[in-house]
């Protein structure tokens, strides 16, 4: 792809393979029915209608196809949207697959495991370090592969490993300035608290909420799946009712989605420090898509805010 999609401007024309993430059946206020296509590449996403819909392009254009569309980038309600003028699926003979068009996290998995275990290595509690070595063991392989989310923030592949790691790099600094922190319980907080999103999430490319993420949440499953594995290890310590409770408040507020508020030091920074990275996160690929001197589109999760892209060179 000589362009990802997400460096088009409004009124551009574009003429290449997409994948389609999402495809959502609407009809028309003249009762002719048309799909919402959520398209997508390794640079981002942008939304697209296909009117007039047959019952077979019902059929044909669905997640996880990827279409050769020619259009142009149009703006409506201040996002871009992609006027299709004609599209069609990609043939074998294309040469093209869906992992083309599948952000990746920007460091490799080894990268991501090898400081993954390096924690757990300088981990000095015992029973901290045997929950969270026995965790990353069960679960080693979706956890290098999964996003941390649908949408908004490393929603790609390896999101969610790539998330606890920028976590964990933040901690160790902000260790160096509050030593009194507990260090073992930060770090097995960053590192259990949303692995819950490998059984919210149905998985990389098409990603959804599954019905036990609709029905519970990652939250209230991790805190369970942490008592279980303390059973199975035999432990019976206060240290896991403290992890539980970081994974437990780790949103902050209860209309964030955490039934309880921070009430452990440890559990308040780390609620900060995920707050930090999803974040920058989000405004750094924004800002990666716009030129010196122009504003972002509006990003929902941070208060629908457009930001400014300053002209003069950083340091």
Excluded: C
Excluded at 82 to 111: H, W, Y
Excluded at 237 to 262: D, F, N, R, T, Y
Excluded at 294 to 312: C, H, L, Q, V, W
Aim: aromatic share 6%; no cysteine; glycine share 6%.
């Amino acid at each position: 792809m000589k362009k990802g999609i997400g460096h088009y401007n409004i009124g551009d024309k574009f003429d290449n393979f997409i994948l389609i993430k999402e495809a959502a059946r609407g009809v028309a206020s003249n009762g002719k029915p048309f799909l919402t296509l959520i398209l997508r590449d390794v640079t981002g996403e942008i939304d697209a209608k296909l009117w007039d819909v047959s019952k077979e392009d019902e059929e044909v254009f669905v997640g996880e196809q990827i279409v050769r569309i020619a259009g142009e980038i149009n703006q409506f309600r201040g996002k871009a949207q992609l006027k299709i003028l004609s599209i069609r699926p990609a043939q074998p003979t294309d040469g093209v697959k869906v992992a083309d068009f599948v952000e990746k996290a920007p460091v490799d998995k080894e990268e991501l495991l090898a400081n993954l275990t390096e924690i757990i290595f300088e981990m000095q509690n015992p029973a901290i370090q045997r929950i969270v070595r026995a965790f990353i063991k069960k679960y080693q392989e979706p956890l290098l592969t999964y996003p941390a989310a649908t949408k908004n923030h490393h929603n790609y592949v390896s999101g969610l490993a790539h998330h606890i790691v920028s976590m964990l790099s933040v901690a160790k600094e902000l260790h160096k300035l509050y030593p009194e922190l507990n260090k073992d319980l930060l770090y097995a907080g960053i590192i259990l608290h949303d692995l819950g999103k490998m059984k919210e999430l149905s998985g990389v490319v098409t990603t959804s909420y599954t019905i036990e993420g609709k029905l519970l949440g990652h939250i209230p499953m991790m805190v369970e799946e942490i008592g279980q594995m303390a059973k199975e290890l035999q432990i019976d310590s206060e240290e896991v009712m403290i992890l539980q409770h970081l994974v437990l408040s780790h949103h902050g507020k209860a209309e964030w989605g955490s039934p309880k508020p921070p009430l452990v030091r440890e559990a308040e920074l780390l609620h900060l420090i995920d707050l930090i990275d999803a974040k920058m996160n989000m405004l750094n690929r924004s800002l990666d898509k716009v030129k010196p001197g122009e504003f972002t589109e509006r990003i929902f999760a941070m208060d629908n805010r457009s930001f400014y892209k300053p002209t003069f060179e950083q340091n």
